[in-house]
C-alpha cells in the first residue's frame, strides 16, 4: 500500500478549514492512518488527532513527538492554481469568510501521514516510540494546549524529543533552522474602543470611535518605532479594525485586534506596557467616558530550539541532503505554538523552516532585490509552495530527522 | 372608522426594515389607505407607495404634496422600552445587522397616515388635491429618486408645494423651521485603500492597510479643521472603517465609508476635492501601488426651504398652535432627499421638524448644559420620541400646512 | 501746518516696531501731536501715547475715544515695495527676527493722526472731547490693558464711546462692521511638553517630546473637526513649534504656541477644556514622566458692537460715502483687545474695517473664486494695502463716525 | 614633565566649543604637545590638529593612527558637578545655544594627550611612528573630511592602522569592542516643508506647515514600525523641528532634522528612499504648492572593525587588563566619521567603546532593569563619565593597542 500523497495535499488544499473546526481534515488522516494500521485517538483539542508508532525490539527506546499543524486561514486564495480553494467557513465571530491554506499546513499533514508511511514500513530498522501529533488551530496559537488538556501528553509516551517543520518560502532543496530563538513569542489581542455614537452630520453630540481608533493605531507605530532598541525584534501589527455599519452613523465603538512580537518574556511585558498605555491614553484623549477593553485572546512562547539536537538534526540534514543545504535563516518573527508540547515535559525541540519556491525564480528575485514583493510568503493569499520536491522533502526531513534520534 | 395610531406606531417600531426592503410597512401603509378607501400606487421606488385625496368640488385648486419617509437603520436598539426592535436585517454587503426606527421614520409614517385619515374625513372643507407619499430608503439619500424613476410625478398631478416633518430632539410642542436651507447638502462615498496583504509577523513584505486607513482618517480631520472658513458649515464624518479578519494577517485591503456635509454646492466641490487629495496622498505615503478607489454612493442636494410658503406655514403654526410655538433651529447639518420632488418640478418646498422630547427633561438638560450628552438624538440607539403628544401634534402640523395652501 | 500722511505711513511701515518695543512709533506720535498743538500722556502700558481735544463751547458734550494700535509683527516682508521693512526686532524668547507692519498698523496710527488734524482744524464746529489713543502691544492682546493698567481711564475723561477701526482685505471704499459680535474672543495658550532627552540613535532611552508634540497637533485637529458643532465658530491653530537643536539628539522637550478662537465665554471653556484634555492625554500616550506646562499668555474678549451706536455709524458712513459702501462682513475670526477700553467704563464700542484692496483686483479674484488665494491678508509677509485711497478713507471714517457723536 | 590630566579634563570640560568652532580646545592641545616637545601641524579641517612621534631606530616600522574628536553639543548641562560647563556658542543658524561635552570628547582629548605623554617617554621601546590626530566637527560627521581635504593622509606617513575609542556608559574597566559593524551609517537631512503663511485666525486661507510637519512626523515611524524588517536595525529620528515665531500667526514653512541609522548602503537606500516617498506625500496631502526641500547635511558610512586587528586589540587588552575586562557590545546604532581616515587608505581599522560609570552603580541599575533610565548616556545633559578610572583606563587603551601594532 502507498499512499497518494500528491491527490492528499490536493485535496488537502482544496477543502481547507478554519481552527478548531478541521472536522473534514481530521477525516482525511484518520482514514490514512487506518489504511497504515495504525490505531489513534481523535478528538484530542476538539479535532486534534494522534497515533504512535512503536519500532523493533521490544519499544525500548527514545520517544519522538513528529507535529504536524492542521488549520486553514480566512483568506482568499488567488493563486489561480486548479486547485484552488474556493471553501468558506464561518469565523469565531459569525462571518462568512473564504477560507485557504495559506499557511501550508496541507503540505505539513501531508508530509507527515508520508513519513508515518516510511517509519512504519522500515519499523524493524529502528527502536523507540514514535508519536504523530496532528495538531488543530495553530493559527490560534490554542491548539497545542488545547489537546494537553485533552491529556496527550497522557495517552501518549512523554517525548524525549519534539520534532516539527514548516514549508516557507526559502528555495526548495533548503532547510532553514538555528540553535537559540528560532521564533518569536507572541500575543494577540483584542482591544474595544468604547465612545459614544449618533448622527454622522452632528459629530459634537458623540465621542468618534473611529477617530479614536485611527488615533491609536497612529500612536503604536511609536512603540516599535520610539520605544525599543533598535537592535531588539518587536513587532507590533494592527491586523483588523472594525468600527461602524454606515457612513452617516458615528458608531459606538471600534475594535482592534493586534499581533504582537517579540524574542522574550521580558520584551513582551515591556511591549504589553506600552500598548495598553497608548490605548488607554488615547482613549482619554478622545474624552472616552469608559475605558477601552483589552483582551488577550492567545499568548505563545518564543519556539526555542535545544542546541544540542538542533546540532544533530543540522548534521543528519547535511549527511543525508549534502553540504549547504541547511541554513541559518535568522530568528523568525512568527510564532508557534508546538513548544507547548516539549516545554511541558522539559523536553527539547528542533523546529525547522523547509523551502517550497522554485530555486530559479528565488535566485531572481535575490538579484532583483525584490524576493519581499515577488515571493509570495506564508498568508499571502498568493501563497503557492511547489508541490514537487517539497512534499518529498518534506517526508525526508521527518524521517531523517526522527532516525536520528531512534535508537 | 378610526386608524388606532398607537397601535400603528407600536407595529411599525417594533418592526423596522432596512432602505428598500420596507416590504411589511409598504404593507402596513397599504392596508391603511385600503380602509380608507383610497386608492394607492406600490412598488414605486421598490416599496415606495403613493395616493392621492381630491377635495370638495371638482378638484380645482392646488396640488399638495405631503411626504412621509419609511426605513429604518441598522442600529441596536437600546432604549428598553417595552414596544423596543429586536430587528435584525442583512444589509447591501450581505451582513446581518440589527435594525431599529432609530430615526423616527416609524412616526412619519404614522403622523402622515393619520393627516390623510383626518384630510378625508374632511374633504368637503377644502379643495385641491393632496398627494401622500411614502417614500423609501431616505437612509440611502436615494429613496426619492427611485420614485421618481418610477413615474410618481407623471403618475399624479404635479405638486404645487411639497410639504414634509421630521420628529426631532426638540421639546414636545415646538416646530423648528426658517427660510432658506433648513438642511446641509451630504455626499455619502465609500474609499477603498489597497495594500497588500501579509503575514502579521512580517509587515515589511506588505503595505498596511490599516496604518494607511488611520493616517487617512487622521488628515481628513484637517479639511474642517483648518481648510474650510471657520465660520462655514462643514463635517467630514468616517462612519465606517473596517479591514482585515484576524490579528495575524495584514489584510489587502481596508473600506472607508465617509459622510460629507456642507451648505452649498461650491462648498461640495471644495470639501470633495480636499478629500479626494488627501486620500490618494496618504495611499502614495503609504506606498501603495495602486490608486484608492472612491465611489459616491448617494449625494443630496440642500434642503432649501421657499422663502414665501415657510413665511405661510410658520403663520399657521403660530396661528394653530400658539405664538411661540414656532423656533428658527438654525441650519441642521443633516441631510435630506425630500427636495427632489419638488427641484424636480419647480415647486416650493416647505420641510420643518417637530419635537418629540419631553419638554420638562429638555428644559433640565438645558439648565445643565446637558442637552448634547442627555437627549438622545437622531441615529442614536437610545433615539426615542414620546409617543404622545408627538403623534397628535404630527398629524396636526400636516393637517394645518396643508389646509394653509388647499383652497 | 498740514501732516503730510503719504510720508507718514511710510516711514512708520519702514519702521516696525515689536510689540511693547514701539518707542521709534511713539516718538513719531508725539512730535505729530507736538506739532499739532496738543498735549500728550506717553509711557502708557510702556510705549502708548494719549490725547485729548476739547470741542468748542466749554467742553461740554460726550466724551468719543478713538483707538489705533502700534505694534508691527515678526514677518519678513516680501511685498517688494519700495518702501518694504527690512527692519529687524528681538522677540520675548531673545531671538532676532525680521519685523513687518503685516497687519496695517502703521495705517491705523497714520489715520488717527490725519483725524486728529482735521478735529483740530474744525473744533468749533462740535462740541464734546475727543480723547485719541495710540496703543501699543495688540499683537500680544496685551496693550490695552497695560494702558488702562497705567491710568489712561482716570487721566483722560472717560468714554461715551469707543470706536476703532482696521484695515483690511476688502476693495479699497468698502467699510464692513456688524452689530453683536464683531470679532471672536481668542486666547493665546504656550504649551510645554516634557519629555526625556537622549541620543538620536538610541530613541528607546528617550521620551521623545518631537513625536509627543506632532501627535498632539494631529489630535488637536479633532477639537474643530469632531467636538464642536459645525455651525459654531472655533478655531484651534499651533502657530508655532520648536524642538531640538541636532537631528542627532533627540531634546527633552517641546513647545507648541496655540491661538484659539470662538464666539463667546462658553465656548471658550468648551474647547479650553478640549485642548487640555487632548495635551495632557498625548503626553500619557508617551509615558511623559512630567506633566505639560500649559500657560495663557492672552485672554481676549469678544469684540462686540453695540447695536444702537454701530446702526448711527452705518448711516453716517452711507451718508457720507454713498449707499452701498458699507457691508456686513459676518463675524470675523481675527480678535482684538480694543473692547477693554469700553468694557472697562460699560460704554459702547464700535469697531470697523476698512478696505485696502485694488477693487478691480478683488473682483477678478472674486470672479476667479481665488480671494483666499490671491488677496493677502492682515499677516501675510505679503500684506500691502494702497496707500490711496486708504490713507483717506481712513481718516474720513474716524471724522465721520466721531462727528456723529460729537455735539 | 608631566600633564595634570584632571585639570586638563575639567579645562576642557567647563570650556565645550561647537563643532568646526574648537578654537580653545586646539590652543589647549597645541600648547600641551609644544610642552611635550612634539612638532604638529594645526588648521586642519579649520580647528583640527595633527601631530607625529617617530620611534626607536630609524623609523622604520609600521604607522598607527591615533584619533581623538574635539567638540562639544548645544546641550544643557545638567549633571551639577563642580566643574561643570556654562558656555555658550552660536549654532549654525545664528542661534545662542548651551554648549556642553555631553559626548566625551573632552575625555578623548585628554586621554589622547595622556596616551602621547607615554608614548614619547617610552619612544626607545618601540619602533614605527604614532600619527595623533585631534578631530574637530565629529558631530556633523564632517570633521575627518574636512581634514582630509586640507591633506592630513599627505602631511602625515599613512596609516597602516587606525585606532579610535569612545566614552560611553559601559561600567568602568570595561571595553567592548566586536569584529565587523560596530557602528552604523548615519544620514543627517535637514527637510524643509512649505506651505503658506496667514493668519492664525484664518487658516483656510493658509497651507498649515505645523499641521504639514505633524502628519510627517507621524507617517514617519512607519518606516521602522512596518518598512523594515523587524530583525534588521533602524533609527528614523526627528531630532528638531521648528516652525513659527507667535501663536496667532501661521508660519510659510517649518524645517525638520532628521537623523537616520542603518547597518550598511542597501539598508540605507532603502529608508531613504521612504522617507522620501513619505514627506512628499504628506506635503501633497497638505495640498503644498511647492515640494518640499529635503538636504543631506552629512552622510556617515558604517564604522567596521577589521576582524584580524580587532581581535589583536582584544588580545592585547584581555591581556593588560585581565580576562572579562573586554565584552562584545553589539552592534550601537551611534555613528563615526572615524573611519574615513582609514577608508581613504585601504587600512583597517578598530574603534572600541570604554566604560566611564561607577559599577556598582551600573550594576543596581542593571539589576533594577533601569540602565536606560538611570544610567545618563551619550548627549544627554546629565551625561558624566567618573574621572577615575576613566581617564587612566582612557590612556592605557592607547598605548596598549598601539604597542600591539608597533614593532
Known amino acids: 500500500m502507498t499512499i497518494d500523497l500528491d491527490a492528499l495535499y490536493i485535496d488537502l488544499h482544496r477543502h481547507p478549514e478554519l481552527s478548531f473546526q478541521e472536522t473534514r481534515t481530521a477525516g482525511v488522516i484518520t482514514r490514512e492512518l487506518a489504511a497504515l494500521g495504525l490505531e489513534y ?12 508508532i512503536v519500532g523493533g525490539g521490544d519499544g525500548d527506546g527514545p520517544v519522538v513527538w513528529l507535529r504536524a499543524d492542521m488549520d486553514g486561514l480566512p483568506v482568499p486564495e488567488q493563486t489561480g492554481l486548479p486547485y484552488a480553494s474556493t471553501a468558506r467557513g464561518t469565523d469565531p465571530a459569525g462571518t462568512d469568510v473564504p477560507v485557504m491554506h495559506a499557511c501550508g499546513h496541507d503540505m505539513h499533514v501531508t508530509a507527515l501521514l508520508g513519513a508515518l508511511e516510511r517509519l512504519v514500513a522500515t519499523k524493524d530498522e529502528w527502536s523507540g516510540t514514535v508519536v ?17 488538556a485533552d491529556g496527550v501528553l497522557d ?48 459629530p459634537q453630540a458623540t465621542i468618534d470611535p473611529v477617530v479614536m481608533a485611527a488615533a491609536t493605531v497612529m500612536r503604536l507605530q511609536t ?40 524574542p522574550d518574556d521580558e520584551a513582551r511585558a515591556n511591549v504589553l506596557a506600552k500598548v495598553e498605555r497608548i490605548v488607554r491614553a488615547e482613549a482619554a484623549a478622545s ?13 505563545l512562547p518564543p519556539t526555542i530550539n535545544d542546541a544540542d539536537a538542533t546540532a544533530r538534526v543540522v548534521a543528519a540534514f547535511e549527511s543525508a541532503f549534502g553540504a549547504g543545504s541547511v541554513i541559518d535563516p535568522g530568528m523568525f518573527t512568527g510564532s508557534e505554538d508546538v513548544s507547548w508540547f516539549a516545554r511541558e515535559c522539559g523536553a527539547p525541540l528542533v523546529f525547522w523552516f523547509w523551502g517550497g519556491v522554485d530555486p530559479a525564480a528565488f535566485a531572481a528575485a535575490q538579484a532583483a532585490g525584490t524576493v519581499e514583493k515577488d515571493i509570495p510568503t506564508n498568508h499571502s493569499p ?3 509552495p511547489l508541490m514537487h520536491p517539497t512534499i518529498e522533502r518534506g517526508v525526508d526531513n521527518l524521517v531523517v530527522a526522527a532516525r536520528e534520534f531512534l535508537a
Open 155 to 202: 495517552r501518549f509516551p512523554k517525548p524525549d524529543i519534539v520534532l516539527g517543520q514548516h514549508v516557507t518560502p526559502l528555495p526548495a532543496g533548503v532547510v532553514g533552522v538555528r540553535p537559540g530563538t528560532q521564533m518569536a513569542a507572541s500575543d494577540g489581542l483584542t482591544v474595544t474602543l468604547l465612545g459614544r455614537g449618533g448622527h454622522g452630520s452632528r
Open 223 to 262: 512603540v516599535v518605532s520610539r520605544e525599543v532598541d533598535p537592535r531588539d525584534v518587536a513587532v507590533v501589527t494592527v491586523g483588523s479594525i472594525h468600527a461602524g455599519l454606515k457612513n452617516n452613523i458615528i458608531p459606538a465603538e471600534a475594535k482592534l485586534e493586534l499581533s504582537l512580537r517579540y
Open 41 to 52: 485517538v481523535e478528538g484530542l483539542g476538539k479535532t486534534g488527532v494522534a497515533t504512535s
Open 132 to 148: 504523530a501529533v496532528f495538531q488543530p488551530a495553530e493559527e490560534y496559537g490554542a491548539g497545542s494546549q488545547a489537546m494537553i
Open 382 to 384: 498568493f501563497f503557492a
Open 287 to 299: 474624552g472616552a467616558e469608559q475605558e477601552p477593553v483589552i483582551v488577550t485572546d492567545h499568548s
